[in-house]
Structure formats: C-alpha cells, structure tokens
T-cell receptor, first 117, second 113 residues
Framework: NAGVTQTPKFRILKIGQSMTLQCTQDMNHNYMYWYRQDPGMGLKLIYY???????DKGEVPNGYNVSRSTTEDFPLRLELAAPSQTSVYFC????????????????FGDGTRLSIL | AQSVAQPEDQVNVAEGNPLTVKCTYSVSGNPYLFWYVQYPNRGLQFLLKYITGDNLVKGSYGFEAEFNKSQTSFHLKKPSALVSDSALYFCAVRDMLKRQLTFGSGTQLTVLP
C-alpha cells in the first residue's frame, strides 16, 4: 500500500534553476494538495486540486505552478528557484467530492527536502 | 478568514502523566477541526477530527480532543502519556464554506521517561 509517494526525497538547486517535484497517489483520491513547511511556521498551502484538470491557488502560490492531468499525479513546478523557496514540501491527498471533500483526513507523503543555494 | 493558534511551542510531560496540547481557532462559520502528528522526517498523520456531533472526539493511539464552541478551542488530550508519543502535533481548521485547511504552527511534545 504505497499511499502518497513523493520524489525526490532530497534536492539541492542553484538559484535560477528549475525543477519538478513529483507526487503520485494510488488511493483514487479526488483532492490533492501541495504544502511547504518552514520551521515554526506550520504548513502553508501552495496549490490544490479537486480533480483532474482542476487546480486552484492556495495561500502561497507565487513562484510555483501545478498541473493535474490524471487523478493519480499532481506535480509541482519551480520555474526560477530562489533562496526563499528552501523548504520541505509535502504532497497530500484526500477522498470525497464537492463540498464534503474537505471533511476527510488528508494523507501525506514523506516530503521533499529542497535547498536552494 | 480562518486561523488557528497553538500557544505552546513545546510541551514536556512525564511518562504515565496526562497530556494536553492546546489549540484555539477562529472561523466565520462552523468549524471542521483536525489533529495531525508528525514524526521526524515523515509526513503528517491524521489523529482525529471534529465535524459535528459529540464534543468529545476519540482518535488513534488513545488520543482524544474536546470541542468547546464557547471558548473556540479544540485541545488534544491523552490520559497517560507514552515516550513514543513524543512528536510534533498540528491542529488544523477549516471553515465549512471553504476548501482549504489552515494549520497551526505546531507543538513539540516530549514525553520524559
């Protein structure tokens, strides 16, 4: 039972480089989320999706892009890496549809630790 | 706007003693409330939630939480702490009219043997 799988686990980027953080889930969940976690700050929502082909901005979307072409995958793209994007990134998914979807617990991957130097 | 506060960055408790991790929230409508736990180098794991119904909610690993609407609180409790309960705990809230969860800043629980 894989759940939510994130790759890579660690990455070091140079300023200005781009990369894609991969996230896939095998639970057939409609909802998927990207968060960043900074020390003492909790989790901040970057983007989320309520189903394939539908994405929406969260609290801190600047500098990131997402796509959702399938139910399983929800990649996060950093186009021009900046030191402020050094963080731990978590992908999560939850079941449900429509307004009830947000009542369900979210299942998290183990994170991607990203450093930008 | 919705927000959640965890007033204690660190809570220390002796093994076998009861533990409480505090959480207060602010929403414009009815709240949906969650507790998650995070172990080192791992993602968050769901512990329990309050959507509606009984104010006392029971969850995984012997944890429970009490919803108090008048005090806008949702404190996490356990009658007898274990060393293995040592972890980072997050409270989260969602206004029923919104799709997004807002997380607190987390409370580091340390259970001393």
């Amino acid at each position: 039972n894989a759940g939510v799988t994130q790759t890579p686990k660690f990455r070091i980027l140079k300023i200005g480089q781009s990369m894609t953080l991969q996230c896939t889930q095998d639970m057939n969940h409609n909802y998927m989320y990207w968060y960043r976690q900074d020390p003492g700050m909790g989790l901040k929502l970057i983007y989320y999706s309520v189903g394939a082909g539908i994405t929406d901005k969260g609290e801190v979307p600047n500098g990131y892009n997402v796509s959702r072409s399938t139910t399983e995958d929800f990649p996060l793209r950093l186009e021009l890496a900046a030191p402020s994007q050094t963080s731990v990134y978590f992908c999560a998914s939850s079941p449900g549809q429509g307004a009830s979807g947000g009542n369900q617990p979210q299942h998290f991957g183990d994170g991607t630790r990203l450093s930008i130097l | 706007a919705q927000s959640v506060a965890q007033p204690e960055d660190q809570v220390n408790v002796a093994e076998g003693n009861p533990l409480t991790v505090k959480c207060t929230y602010s929403v414009s409508g009815n709240p949906y409330l969650f507790w998650y736990v995070q172990y080192p180098n791992r993602g968050l794991q769901f512990l329990l939630k309050y959507i509606t119904g009984d104010n006392l909610v029971k969850g995984s690993y012997g944890f429970e939480a009490e919803f108090n609407k008048s005090q806008t609180s949702f404190h996490l409790k356990k009658p007898s702490a274990l060393v293995s309960d040592s972890a980072l705990y997050f409270c989260a809230v969602r206004d029923m009219l919104k799709r997004q969860l807002t997380f607190g800043s987390g409370t580091q629980l340390t259970v001393l043997p």
